[in-house]
């Protein structure tokens, strides 16, 4: 799952740092949503959901965080540590986000708008959903 | 210029906060690209320019700055300094972005995919335009 890893430009000048996401371009699809972890509980664990259909893209815009991906047969945790390594989420993958730092800010871009009945949220039917996709 | 501020909805609990923007529902256009600045000078002054075309709706998702925008006739400088509070720049507004704080992160959405034709970086020649277009 390395290959969900994607690095963003810095653009960098004595004024700061910038890095772009072009929808379509950068990320894999169009932007429908975009929403953002915030004065987060630095011991929270957060996510233990998958989506049927949802892809997702994960900035970590302040701070850092872990993000663990699971398949339904491998799990894989990635260090979001930096604010232009990112991390894509597709459908069908069970995402918990954990070890987050005080400063934090995790910025999540989605490829569709909010519907609940996109959501699994209970892991063992996850995982009989996965064993009938695969 | 008062009702550029937006007041998204904070969902909390004991893990930390989310706010979430649809495109095209929590900002009035679809997000074809975002960016972010981040690592800020606090004594710089970033933006100052306009577009032609381009609207954006800026988020200070961590720490706080201040957004002056300019319609060639009037300036009103907002202070974002929650990250559920947002401003809507449109079109053929001047803006200039300035006293960030340490912590800032502003993140920025566009109705566009980048294109620097659409950049006005002459104070004069926006003022030129803009009087045109009234």
């Avoid at 047969?73 to 990112?86: A, R, V």
Wanted: proline share 1%.
């Amino acid at each position: 799952m390395i290959e969900n890893i994607s690095e963003l430009k810095v653009m960098g000048d004595d004024r700061g740092k910038l890095s772009v996401i072009e929808g379509g371009i950068d990320v894999q699809f169009d932007i429908k949503r975009v929403f953002y972890i915030y004065d987060v509980n630095t011991s929270a664990t957060r996510g233990a959901h998958a989506h049927y259909k949802t892809k997702q893209f994960l900035v970590p815009v302040s701070g850092r965080c872990k993000v663990t991906l699971d398949n339904g047969q491998e799990k894989h945790t990635f260090e979001l540590n930096k604010p232009n390594i990112c991390l894509f989420q597709d459908a069908m993958i069970w995402g918990t986000m954990h070890d987050f730092s005080d400063d934090c800010v995790l910025m999540i871009l989605a490829d569709d708008h909010y519907d609940d009945s996109d959501y699994i949220r209970n892991y063992n039917k996850f995982l009989e959903v996965a064993k009938n996709d695969s």
